[in-house]
T-cell receptor, first 116, second 116 residues
Framework: AQKVTQAQTEISVVEKEDVTLDCVYE???????LFWYKQPPSGELVFLIR??????QNEISGRYSWNFQKSTSSFNFTITASQVVDSAVYFC?????????????FGDGTTLTVKP | GAVVSQHPSWVICKSGTSVKIECRSL??????MFWYRQFPKQSLMLMAT?????????EQGVEKDKFLINHASLTLSTLTVTSAHPEDSSFYIC????????????FGQGTRLTVV
């Protein structure tokens, strides 16, 4: 069975600080996909990144970066120089299999508050 | 990315009535659609998976007679909450995946249902 653990329920930082959101996953599949989503108060899920199980290369997109380590089953997300607009709930998700029929399992989410 | 439109974005209904939520893929054919429910300050929980032209597969604990899912075409799936009660009040989100979009399912904007 799949499981995604986001141990940090809430994080509060001051603007311009760096912050890392942790994500640890469990799966028996050898092929899987990991995602991060941002959910602002409006509720819509905003897609941030997708990473497949065969690609451990870390990725940077502007102030966002992701560290994928299969050895520790972790897919952590770092926001550099945080801004108030980054305040939201962030979800890590795991999608099984190599077909589009694989369902996604979400972590419980981390509520990030960035204070001015 | 592909666009998924969910309608309505919010709805208030009286207890005992039924509510239909639509999920449309606007620029791709969605062979599989997923329906999630999210209670306040909680994660997304998969309710059911529907494949075009076949019966939906419900997750354990989800009443299929209460949450009717229809996926009659490659661009439309509907979720009908029958005989709604206040405990059905929640945020419902759909996602859609197509044969050509093997790695990712795209999310609708969500529907906030309030049963009074």
């Amino acid at each position: 069975a799949q499981k995604v653990t986001q141990a940090q329920t809430e994080i509060s930082v001051v603007e311009k600080e760096d912050v890392t959101l942790d994500c640890v996953y469990e799966t028996r599949d050898t092929t899987y996909y990991l995602f991060w989503y941002k959910q602002p108060p409006s509720g819509e899920l905003v897609f941030l990144i997708r990473r497949n199980s065969f690609d451990e290369q870390n990725e940077i997109s502007g102030r966002y970066s992701w560290n994928f380590q299969k050895s520790t089953s972790s897919f952590n997300f770092t926001i550099t120089a945080s801004q108030v607009v980054d305040s939201a709930v962030y979800f890590c998700a795991l999608k099984e299999g190599s077909t589009n029929a694989g369902k996604s399992t979400f972590g419980d989410g981390t509520t990030l508050t960035v204070k001015p | 990315g592909a666009v998924v439109s969910q309608h309505p974005s919010w709805v208030i209904c009286k207890s005992g009535t039924s509510v239909k939520i639509e999920c449309r893929s606007l620029d791709f054919q969605a062979t599989t659609m997923f329906w999630y429910r999210q209670f306040p300050k909680q994660s997304l929980m998969l309710m059911a998976t529907s494949n075009e032209g076949s019966k939906a597969t419900y997750e354990q604990g989800v009443e299929k007679d209460k949450f009717l899912i229809n996926h009659a075409s490659l661009t439309l799936s509907t979720l009908t909450v029958t005989s709604a009660h206040p405990e059905d009040s929640s945020f419902y989100i759909c996602s859609a995946a197509g044969q050509a979009l093997r790695t990712e399912a795209f999310f609708g904007q969500g529907t906030r249902l309030t049963v009074v």
